[in-house]
């Protein structure tokens, strides 16, 4: 890893929410989340958002390379995080029984669930090539913009489905 300076995560705090500030949608506002988180984590070849959809993780928007699809609940780093509903902070994924190797260059990882009105709605996954290079002050700085997101998504009104309906509030994309 270089030697950038600390992430000043409350500076991306305000940054998020000014970012989500003037913006229904929700996959406009995740794929905006994804991409500015991205951008100022150093040291990480993957960011993004896995969404739940019955008893699986399916991929939602992105930074990196294509990346596994549907990752079943309690498997893998993801899925035991999900059915969990705890982060996981992962300093060698290489030791985690049953992680789920989308890209063999990852070397760590960190997921945090990702809750809408008291449900779980999916979780944020990032990706290094490091050997431990999250630590607890960017778990705490990622847990923090992960409840701002989806703090400031449950402000919005639901989602509206290609039917016209409502969506489901605790489904966020
Ligand atoms: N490694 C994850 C799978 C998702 S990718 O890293 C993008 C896991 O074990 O759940």
Redesign the pocket.
């Known amino acids: 890893m270089n030697d950038e300076p600390d992430v000043d995560f409350a500076l991306l705090d305000r940054q998020l929410i000014a970012l989500l500030a003037d913006e229904a949608d929700p996959l406009a506002n995740t794929a905006n989340f994804v991409g500015l988180l991205y951008h100022a984590l150093p040291d990480i070849n993957?960011l993004?958002v896995?969404v739940l959809r019955g008893q699986e993780l399916v991929l939602g928007p992105?930074q990196?390379k294509p990346?596994?699809v549907r990752?079943p609940l309690g498997?893998?780093?993801?899925?035991?995080a999900a059915s969990r509903s705890a982060t996981l902070r992962v300093a060698d994924?290489n030791e985690?029984a049953?992680?789920?190797?989308?890209?063999p260059e990852?070397n760590s990882?960190i997921?945090v669930p990702l809750t809408l009105s008291g449900k779980l709605a999916g979780v944020l996954?990032i990706?290094s090539p490091y050997r431990g290079r999250f630590s607890e002050r960017d778990q705490a700085g990622i847990e923090k913009l992960c409840r701002t997101f989806t703090g400031e998504l449950s402000n919005k009104p639901a989602p509206v489905h290609r039917s016209g309906a409502a969506g489901d509030r605790a489904a966020f994309i």
């Open positions: 993957w993004g896995y992105f990196g990346a596994c990752l498997r893998g780093v993801c899925g035991t994924v985690f049953g992680h789920i190797a989308c890209d990852s990882e997921v996954d990706d």
